[in-house]
């Protein structure tokens, strides 16, 4: 059909020293253009080092797969966006006479906050029973309250913690640090002063007359020589005395006795006090219904009374003491009045088992739920020492029966509870020898420590 022309196509013109020389010089200025460009690029790279920390970073992260890539991004925003955390105050205080909850927290929380926080720790503990002198604390961040705590007692406190989902309450124990002690000391007039005397706090006679009181009357029985030793636990708190802890073990001389108790928790769990045959320091009833008294009038059949004026049979036991004295029921029983009489004034019977029935007359008010019909456990304060009725001064006229018929308190004696189980009595007997050991007090021979 169509035919080639010394190897072209004849329909084709053939190229010229014209058009090479164009196609040359077109090469030559692209190729210039793109070394310019390399340099220029070369040079910002090396004037700005953090483009190349970009570039490899970025250069990193498109390495990974989609699916870890948001993550990376995430970290490197957090850092960089992140704001400090806000800082973070603990305000330590005392309740103050008048204070309230809303008082306290006004400036934290809002009115309905402050309702809410009381709602969440009544089945805790009852906000409104806060008491002066009872330490508190705040935890703010920043401006905002994440804590609130407050110390019932001594030994447990009321923790509110505030997070997204309202408040939580809780009671937790406070934690000390605890130091074995032994203190020692003879009686020149009264146990108190002795162990003031020692430097030692005012608590601890009380917490010796809860052990010894169903064997000593420390009103009638104290006398001039006699002398103790206590093992006991001291507290520390932020490396400051804190009270104390748990008496462990007393050596008590009274009146030529020697009575001795130790603390002891048997394999159930139980805790008591027992002396060194392991029977139990708890009687039936207490040796007495008052601490540290005087008796100003004893159980006799002929008295002259100070208000009639004509002899009279007394059958109580009179103990004088300072108006307001709590006065405890001697035993476990069950209120069968709570009255009052032109001669007793105000007083509570309390019913106890075997037959006893025990009086106290005289009271200036009542103890807290104290009716006829009421529950009481031995211990438990039933009213205060006050002179309503027939009274010269402010006393405790107490009465025992039994079966009806009147006995001598001071005379009466109370069989002990439940001894140290069989199956705990050996490893009661060892830890009851390392006691007295560390008190410096021998055990008796047949005691096998």
């Known amino acids: 059909m169509f035919k080639k022309k010394h190897g072209y196509n004849r329909y084709i013109t053939p190229p010229t020293k014209s058009h090479n020389s164009i196609r040359i010089l077109f090469l030559l200025l692209l190729g210039a253009v793109i070394v310019i460009a390399l340099l220029v690029g070369l040079w910002k790279i090396l004037d700005e080092p953090s483009s190349s920390v970009f570039f490899e970073e970025s250069s990193s992260l498109s390495s990974h797969t989609s699916d870890e890539l948001p993550d990376a991004l995430d970290r490197q925003q957090r850092f960089v966006q992140t704001p400090p955390s806000p800082q973070i105050k603990r305000l330590e205080s ?23 926080l009381g709602k969440a720790c009544k089945p805790v503990f009852s906000l409104s029973n806060i008491r002066p002198g009872h330490p508190y604390s705040l935890t703010l961040e920043g401006k905002k309250l994440t804590d609130f705590e407050y110390e019932m007692d001594d030994r447990s406190k009321l923790v509110v913690r505030l997070d997204g989902k309202g408040f939580h309450a809780a009671k937790k124990e406070i934690v000390y640090n605890i130091k074995r002690e032994v203190v020692q000391g003879s009686i020149a007039s009264n146990l108190s002063q002795a162990l003031d005397d020692l430097g030692q706090g005012p608590g601890l006679a009380v917490m010796m007359e809860d052990i010894l009181g169903w064997d000593v009357d420390f009103g009638k029985d104290i006398r001039e020589g006699d002398g103790f030793r206590i093992l006991l636990e001291k507290r520390f708190r932020k490396g400051k005395p804190a009270g104390y802890g748990h008496i462990l073990a007393i050596d008590f001389h009274n009146r030529g006795r020697n009575i001795k108790a130790f603390r002891f928790t048997d394999s159930k769990g139980r805790t008591s006090y027992f002396d060194e045959a392991g029977d139990s320091m708890r009687k039936a009833f207490l040796k007495a219904p008052l601490s540290f008294t005087r008796i100003s009038s004893g159980y006799t059949n002929r008295r002259f009374h100070p208000i009639l004026k004509r002899w009279k049979p007394h059958h109580g036991v009179d103990y004088a003491a300072p108006r307001g004295t709590p006065i405890r029921s001697i035993g476990d029983g069950v209120v069968v009045a709570r009255a009052y009489d032109k001669a007793a004034g105000r007083y509570v019977k309390i019913r106890h088992a075997r037959g006893y029935e025990t009086v106290y007359n005289h009271m200036s008010r009542y103890g807290r739920s104290i009716r006829k019909g009421v529950q009481v456990k031995q211990g438990q304060v039933i009213g205060y020492v006050g002179a309503t009725g027939y009274a010269t001064g402010p006393h405790l006229d107490f009465r025992i029966k039994r079966y009806g018929k009147y006995v001598n308190p001071l005379r009466m004696k109370s069989p002990p509870t439940n001894p140290v189980p069989a199956k705990d009595m050996k490893r009661f007997q060892h830890e009851s020898s390392l006691m007295a050991r560390e008190m410096g007090v021998p055990l008796a021979k047949k005691h096998n420590g």
């Open 94 to 116: 005392r309740v103050c006479k008048g204070d309230t909850l809303s008082g306290i927290l006004e400036g934290y929380l809002s009115p309905v906050e402050i309702l809410q």
